[in-house]
C-alpha cells in the first residue's frame, strides 16, 4: 500500500477512536493520592457474661422437697427458689412444746403454793423464810419458759431458713440440684447471673499498650457488626492474655458464655486508599485507573483492607499505585 493511503488510513482511525471515547461517560480526577491514618484490628473472640454471678446456695441441711426453677428463668431478688426440710426441727419443736408445758404446770403450782404460804404468813403459822423460797422458785420458773420461748425461735428460724432465696434478680444460669435430693448447708442450688451483661476478652499481651478504656470495639454478630466500649482493663496478665470487659448496649442475653467476635483496635498506620467503586476486576485481576501524560491508564494492583469513610466504601491498595497518583472514577 502506498504511504500516502497508509496515513489517510491511520488518520481516519484516530477520527474513529476519537468519536468513541467521546461517546464514552465523562471521567473525573479524584485528587492526588496521598496516605492517611487507617486503625489497625485484632479479631478476637469474646465471651457473653453476667456482671454479677452469685450462687443461690441452701442454708440448712436437709432433704430439697421443692425446686421452682430452671435454668433460663427469669427471677427477682428475694424470690424464693426451693424449700429444704430437716425432719429433726419438726421433733425438736414438739419437744420444746411438751417442756413448755410441763414448765408452765410447775410455774402454776409454785404460785399456788406461794399464795397458800403468803395466806398462813399473814396469820402467824408460816415463816418469811418459806415464803422468800417459794418466791424464789416462782422466777426461776418463770425464767426458764423464756429460755424455752428464745430456744423455740431459734428452731423456728431454721426451719425458715430452708427456703432458698435468690441473691438478685437476673436470669437462672445453672441449677445444679434436683428435687428429692439430699444437700448440706452451703450447698449451690442455682445460680443466678444479674447486673446486666458484656463481653469478656482475653487480648494477647503485645496488644495491651494499644487498648485503652474507652476505645470503641466492633462486634460482629448474627444481626450485623455492633459497636461497643472498651469498659474496664485488667492488670492482671492470665497466661499471657490482658482480660478486659465491652459494653454493648443491648446485648443478647439469649445463650450466657456464647464466643462472639470482636474487632480490636491495636494501632494506627498509614495507607494508600481508594474508592471502591475504582476499582475493576477482570481475570482474577484488579485494575484501578489513573491520569498520565497521554490520558487514562490502567494499573493493576494488589488490594488490602476495605475501609468505611465518610465518603464511602474505600479499599487500601497494597502495591501498583504510588503518592500523588491521580485516580480517574467513571460517573455513574
Known sequence: MPPAALHRTSAMTRLILAALLSLLPLQTLAEPLRPVPVTDWKAVYGRIE?????????RLGGTLVSLSVAEGDRVEAGQVLAEVVDEKIGF?????????????????????ELGRVEDLLARGV????????????????????????????????????????????GLVLNVPAAAGAVVLAGEEIASIGGGGFFLRLAVPERHAGALQEGDAIV??????????????????????????????????????????????PVGTREALLVPEAAVSRRAGLDFVTVAGEGGSVERTVVIGQRHEAEGGAMVEVLSGLRPGDEVVSSDE
Open 50 to 58: 453476667a456482671r454479677d454471678r452469685i450462687a443461690a446456695r441452701a
Open 219 to 264: 462486634i460482629e454478630g448474627a444481626e450485623g457488626p455492633q459497636e461497643g466500649r472498651l469498659a474496664r482493663l485488667y492488670p492482671l496478665i492470665e497466661n499471657g492474655r490482658v482480660i478486659a470487659d465491652v459494653e454493648v448496649p443491648g446485648l443478647s442475653e439469649r445463650f450466657v458464655e456464647a464466643r462472639v467476635l470482636v474487632r480490636l
Open 126 to 169: 408460816s415463816t418469811s423464810q418459806q415464803s422468800d423460797a417459794l418466791r424464789t422458785q416462782v422466777q426461776v420458773m418463770s425464767g426458764r419458759i423464756a429460755a424455752n420461748e428464745a430456744e423455740r425461735k431459734v428452731l423456728e428460724q431454721q426451719a425458715a431458713e430452708g427456703r432458698v432465696l435468690a441473691p438478685l434478680s
Open 92 to 112: 425438736q419443736l414438739a419437744a420444746v412444746d411438751a417442756q413448755r408445758a410441763a414448765l408452765e404446770a410447775e410455774l402454776a403450782n409454785a404460785r399456788t
